[in-house]
């Protein structure tokens, strides 16, 4: 098996254009795990009774086979990205879920009890206290569906989309390893990068705990 | 909405979809095959990697490091490449399958180890107990505990992940998922979809049971 | 896991297929803007959508190039699955126009019909198409499934036609692509027609290197192929006959909706449905599929040499 170097030199634009399309997919599936996870972890984190059903549904959501859900988006939103942000954002949601919850359950008691003797208000504890102090937990949340949502976009390929997952389908369909290789190649390389840029924001995002190191 | 649910009774109780080689019955054996020896092979890579970076300390970068770098690897990139080069076998399922749980058992294997209290290992050795000692007798059962979620939780994902068999014409309950796609029968890809979540959840609630009654077995 | 993850794991499994279900009966979103026929326009741009194997690519990236030459803004979407995929896109609108099949379009769209020649085949889709789509008159072009035996197996089991499987009942096994296994031209119809079972269908791809790598292992007997693949002269594989007409002629046809089918369009398509032969498609598949040319880059190319673009 070898790999045809000329195929890549051809093809800069075509890989740079699937790439971009690979990484807004994956980013726009964490963005609405997101918007999604973050109010729902807070039910979940205060309401005891929910928190047990809403970690179950998201527990057997995520054992769902990827393409399956795809396939099963078919008829809602067809052949389109949307389906693919959809069906992806099923699973960032599950990982932002259980590591939100899993944040501000970190969260000391004491820490809370001691915002709440000084007055502050319920949601203002929410977002000055739990949720910065939630923060590392959450952004490992994020890294982990970041990560995930990238190598999870090549599923996609099967309902016509994919991103850098098209290469696999091509490479396949005549024996043609390099777009694979090439393929596999960019969506570590993509998966590394964004992880490395997440530590970096997580730093960044996270002062109090440089001062401790 | 009534009709897909009810289509799919149908095809979940009905005795035909049950027998014959594209039954039910023998996709779920091919599934749980491919997944159990998946799940040995990486389990036999990824212990002793694992108990090996938490005894000696050495190797700590890979093993935190691994999980991030194996979600990162693209099942089906993986798949084709290794078909590609291999020729049509069970070979390029089984390499991702596997390379898919090497990570997580690693990672918490030397999670394991590095929770064993540093004081016990210091009190072994004092003790005059050797380097694999220390390791067998000491860590190995005080790390258990993580080391036995990672055994679970890798068997969990490659349960969910083994449908990728079908992607190269194999069998398992993939095969219903993609069949189901090919011919928009989606109570086919339905019923697939749902027998691995019952297949995956049910492993995961045995084996979290076996689990705490091992756990509290050996606390008594 | 205690109970209450457990419903949460029921409320899970319902929702997914709810949510799918709930949009089944919000299925396709056919323009009603024009009866069939006319009125449409292509002004807007148009979307050609193609089929998960090479052939469809070459054909969708040649209706690019002369419907580029030709002034219609257009966007290729290329693989996008299987005909029970693909049809359904277009009739939802995500893409506008389709390379087909005549005798193959029909078995999807009319099963029962058994009209086996071109002309009579045309006038049966324009009855068969379902509201707010067309087809545009077919080129002269075909290829055709076939189905096919290595010549050690032909000789072993004496099988020269299709009904010579009949004789075999129950002790070969066929590859096809997974939608092949409930269509006419496919498992369904050489039972009915032949009078063939087989001891086993396995699932592969359509003439991709699944189904062609499991033939040449012999993992399986019998293989769907088309008849544009130079593999089956190339392994002397042999193309069983048809004498009882199962497979009907494939003149490649497009299909359209009606909301962007204008002259511009009829006119660049009928030019190249005039000049592509079905040797020249199979020269092109095989430049995809051998010399590891793109689909585009071999449309194009085409298109320059014949002057259609």
Known sequence: MSIDWSWIGDHTDDLTSLTLSHLQAALTAVFFGLLISLPLAVVAHRIRPLRGFLLGVSNVLFTIPSIAIFVLLLPVSGLTRTTTVIGLTVYTLVVLLRNTVEGLDSVPARTKEAARAMGTRPLRTLLTVEFPLALPVIMAGVRIATVMSISLVSVATYIGDGGLGQLFTDGFQRDFPTPVIVGVVLTILLAVVADALLVALQYVLTPWRRRRA | MFELFKNLGTWLTSGGSWSGSDGIAHRLAEHLQYSLLATLVAAAIGLPL?????????????????????????????????????????????VALVALAVPAIVTNTYAGMTAVDPDVKDAARGQGMRGHQVLFQVELPLALPLIMTGLRLALIQVVATATIAAYVSFGGLGRYVFDGLAQRDLVQVLGGAVLVAVVAVTLDLLLSTLQRLLSRHRAA | MNRRTLLGGLFAAASVPALSACASGITSLDSQGSASGGGG????????????????????????????QAGVKVKVRPNLGTREIVIPALRGGDIDLLPEYQG????YLAPKDDSSEPGTMQNALTLAMPAGLQVLPYGQAADSD?????????????????????????????????????????????????????????????????????????????????TTDTDIAAHDWVVLSDPKNLIPSQHIVPLIADRKADDTVRKALARLG??????????????VDNDKKDPEDVANAYAKQHGLA
């Not at chain 2, 490091?65 to 084709?80: E, K």
């Not at chain 3, 741009?45 to 580029?68: D, R």
């Not at chain 3, 005039?274 to 430049?287: G, P, R």
């Open chain 3, 41 to 68: 326009s292509s002004k807007g741009g148009l979307t050609i959508g193609t089929a998960n194997f090479t052939e469809n690519q070459v054909l969708g990236y040649l209706y690019a190039a002369v419907l580029k």
């Open chain 2, 50 to 94: 694992g108990l090996l970076i938490g005894h000696t300390g050495k190797g700590a970068f890979l093993a935190i490091n691994l999980s991030s770098f194996g979600r990162a690897l693209p099942t089906v990139g993986l798949v084709v490449l290794v078909f590609l080069a291999g020729g049509l076998s069970m070979l390029p399922v089984y």
């Open chain 3, 146 to 226: 076939c189905f096919v035996v290595t010549r050690a197996t032909a000789r072993k089991y004496g099988l020269a036609t299709l009904a010579d499987l009949a004789k075999q009942n129950g002790r070969l096994v066929i590859g096809a692509a997974p939608e092949v296994k409930k269509r006419r031209v496919g498992a369904l119809g050489l039972k009915d027609v032949y009078g063939v079972e087989f001891k086993e269908f396995r699932s592969l791809d359509s003439d991709g290197p699944l189904v062609k790598g499991a033939l040449k292992k012999g993992d399986v007997d019998v293989a769907n192929l088309f």
């Open chain 3, 104 to 107: 193959a379009l029909l078995n």
């Open chain 3, 274 to 287: 005039n000049v592509l032969t079905t040797e020249q498609l199979t020269q092109l598949n095989s430049q």
